[in-house]
């Protein structure tokens, strides 16, 4: 069952967020798309755009393979100044050219002069190539102090990210590495770089985060807190985790515009590499999370990253009921938005299928069981340490689960193949119900 209020495609495979840029008022969200088929393959960037981040209008694909050559992950920048030579305000996407007749991987542009409805390649593409089998992702972003763009990028088998320079977009020099110093797993994925803001504070810090394919806790998403001077990047805080579900994966921001807190705004794909290719045929594969504003938390041991469901997000719901869990089994709506106060509480969704999403909050540890009979791949326990106090909200979709926990320090997402448009909700304890408004 497609999701309610998570972007989905139309059809076909759907994973990583690419090129977030704001424009003209819009929200443009470039994604890896495979045009012909709903399992991976034949890269391309699809195409969204939102004016509010929470309805999404889906366009035709923007940068498509051609030429033995697929589009991997990259983002996209907005060039005010004409510094590519494409023109003042012209979009430009950053992506990894990917070979298909052999293992080669390199950094390559295309320019858009109609708000990314069509791009054309640079003809001297690549603009970067170091002649390596894993070497992805490019994220670019302007750094005002030094008046250059900044690039990040990583050497995957190595588990490094590099960190370049560029007056142009064209040439770009390297500046330093951020090595892995200790963190765990094997294989890192679309990194991102940005300046936050600490809460209560005038102050700012620099949040450096990478994707583990395999080997990494949670979802694979890894973070550390530090300060960036525009050649290097050094951590003040270890290595922490994102997101402890499964599927938050691949995350990455518009940078601009930022809210009145100053937080840019994020989002991932609700997806993993490893379970996706076992999911059943239905047209369509793969969602994106909900969009979260982002913000830093000091702590005695350093930063903690704090992530906060868009508001638009929060407007497609109306007010809130009571549900006493003790009284009984009820019909929960499959797209609802659950409040638990402090204190301990469990409760079970279930289809009539036999899948159940079981959670419960037992002192400061969160956990979540998901099993599913006709997916067994997606038997799953996921276990979450509260970090502080306060209610818990559980963001319930048709394919979905995201719990944010901790002021919005503490997150969880899952997906799910839970059926039909209501699901048995079982438990104990006390829970306040949201539902989407009619018109959502």
Known sequence: MRPRYHYAPAANWLSDPNGLAWQDGAWHMFYQYN???EEWGHMSWGHAVSSDLAHWRELPVALAEENQTMIFSGSAVIDHADSAGFGHGAMIAIYTGARTDRLHQFQCIAASTDQGRTFTKYSANPVLDREM??????????HEPTQRWIMTVVLSDENCALIY???DLKSWEELSEIPTDGAPGHLWECPFLVELPIEGSAETRWLFKVDVLSGAPGSGALYRAGSFDGIRFKAESAWQVADYGDEFYAAIGWTEPRDRLDRPTWIGWMGNHAVQKHLPLQGWRGAMSLPRRLSLRRRENGFVLVQSIEP???ALFGGAEKIELDHGCFPLPGCSMLTAAAGEWSFTLSDDAGRFLACSRKASRIEVVRKDALTPQLDRKCEMELTGDGPVEIWLDHGSIEIIA??????????????GEAWALRGSGTLSAC??????
């Open 35 to 37: 045009p012909f088929g």
């Open 435 to 440: 539902y989407l408004t009619a018109s959502a």
């Open 406 to 419: 901790g002021a919005g320090a503490d997150c969880l997402t899952l997906q799910h193949r839970l059926a």
């Open 312 to 314: 638009s997000c929060r």
């Open 165 to 167: 320079g560029s007056g």
């Open 133 to 142: 089998e894993d070497f992805r992702d490019p994220n670019v972003f302007w």
